[in-house]
């Protein structure tokens, strides 16, 4: 194989690239030509990093504000996670873990999305340990999905009968609404909804609250009522946007109720941070993705990005990066003024399911697409099969089948095929998962994006096309 395009960390972290130049894909000299923007990128992130603001962004109202994200992998005073969050946390993670049945996390977004991607991947099978007992969790307020809501109010009334019943006691639970300006409609419906029933069943249900939001904001509705009925808070920091926080408060409390190891958690994200440096594209894994995908988008019409893990679990992953790509990305002018409506519609597929559901358009399909395979190299070895059917002529060949090594060939499979019509894709091969490869994961994607929102001169930061829903929401419910 070509190493040109492959990037391989001392971790093991893998970044394949190759198949973004198979006939009819890209070309080197396509990125040597594109040089100066890479250094201006380049300078771009390194103006982030040293001051703490990115060139041109304002905030909704139209002032200068912060842009902290590059800060989220250091532990330090004056930085979003300091080593007394960071003491707060962890004694959280372990009252919940020793004095709580259940969890309810009550937000939307950025709120939501990455404690749902720590979630789903710590309850995974290949994680590689589990040392801490954590109670269980539910995530609300993430959709006012009556529907929904009222199947986990029962689900909770039914789990206290149960342990009314058998213990003797209360189900103890801990309801965790997050949002930074406390009046955001998802997570205030959950919270409101999940807060009353649960205080119409006191005699079964004993509930405590914790709060994570802007503690700036004093007359908020969550501060005034964390000093009315003394919960405790946690800060949303400032300078981190909900799409870039689950390395900062809305993530790691979820992290550290599950027991997780905050500290390696932050460690992975400063090694991809520490090795993401640089101009020279063939270095530099955060700049050389998104380099690529901004050329596929200008030059060869690329106008989708599938990204494809090849694990059930990692479903949320490409759910919390749709958010991150979409909101950063998605943008009608650029940073001068320009009309532009520069962006990628992001879409998740799971491997090998979506090989049954949506390769045909990959492969046949308008050639308007990059694919993004994610890769687990520890699903291998795990499972091999025993064929009770040998009189079945169909059946011998799964005798003592390595099921990850088969999902891996039709991952190479999926590649092989795109790459022999001239379709684009990426490879991202993990060793394992933890938490510093799923930090160093997280902080990859949140680099490669900031990197193409200076290729493409648009601010990565900010969201006005959301305002323009808010307002129409806010006028119709009369608020």
């Known amino acids: 194989m070509d190493d040109t395009h492959l990037i391989t960390l001392l971790s093991g972290f893998c970044f394949d690239f190759t198949h973004m130049f198979a006939p009819g894909g890209l070309k080197d000299e396509e990125l040597d030509a594109l040089f100066p923007q890479l250094q201006a990128a380049e300078e771009g992130l390194s103006y982030i990093r040293r001051e703490g603001r990115a060139y041109h962004h304002l905030s909704k109202d139209g002032v200068p504000e912060a842009v902290y994200f590059t800060r989220l992998p250091y532990i330090a005073e004056d930085y979003p996670n300091t080593p007394q969050l960071m003491a707060q946390l962890e004694a959280f993670g372990k009252k919940v873990s020793q004095g709580f049945d259940v969890v309810l996390f009550s937000g939307v977004g950025g709120s939501y999305l990455g404690g749902k991607v720590l979630y789903d991947c710590y309850q995974s099978e290949f994680w590689t340990h589990h040392d801490t007992p954590a109670p269980k969790v539910f995530f609300v307020g993430n959709n006012m999905d009556t529907e929904d809501m009222k199947n986990i109010g029962a689900t909770l009334l039914a789990m206290a009968n149960a342990v009314k019943e058998q213990e003797g006691r209360k189900l103890r639970v801990m309801l965790v609404p997050i949002s930074k300006s406390g009046t955001t409609m998802e997570p205030t419906t959950g919270f409101l909804f999940f807060y009353d029933r649960c205080q119409k069943h006191a005699d079964k249900m004993e509930l405590s609250v914790t709060v994570v939001t802007d503690p700036a904001q004093k007359d908020g509705p969550l501060m005034r009522l964390s000093k009315a009925y003394d919960w405790e808070v946690f800060p949303v920091p400032y300078g981190i946007g909900g799409r870039f926080s689950v390395l900062s408060t809305p993530g790691l409390i979820v992290a550290a109720t599950l027991g997780m190891n905050l500290s390696q958690l932050l460690a992975g994200a400063a090694n991809m941070d520490e090795v993401c440096r640089g101009s020279d594209w063939r270095r530099n894994p955060a700049l050389f993705g998104a380099a690529v995908k901004y050329l596929a988008a200008r030059d060869h019409g690329a106008s989708i990005e599938v990204f494809m893990p090849y694990a059930m679990r990692l479903k949320a992953l490409g759910e919390w990066y749709v958010q991150l790509l979409a909101e950063s990305l998605g943008k009608r002018e650029d940073r001068n003024g320009q009309t532009v409506f520069y962006g990628r519609t992001p879409l998740v597929a799971i491997g090998t399911t979506d090989m049954h559901a949506q390769t045909q ?49 039709a991952m190479e499979a999926n590649e092989e095929a795109l790459m022999s019509d001239g379709r684009m894709s990426a490879l991202y091969r993990l060793p394992q998962l933890d938490e510093f490869y799923l930090g160093q994961m997280f902080y990859y994607l949140m680099l490669s994006i900031a990197y193409e929102g200076e290729l493409a001169n648009v601010d990565a930061f900010d969201q006005p096309g959301v305002e323009v829903y808010k307002k129409i929401m806010r006028r119709k419910l009369g608020k």
């Open 361 to 409: 358009l990959h492969q046949d399909g308008i050639r308007d697409k990059v694919v993004q395979f994610l890769f687990i190299d520890s699903l291998k070895g795990k499972i091999h099969l025993h064929n009770p059917f040998p009189e079945i002529q169909s059946l011998r060949p799964y005798e003592n089948m390595d099921v990850g090594r088969a999902l891996e060939i």
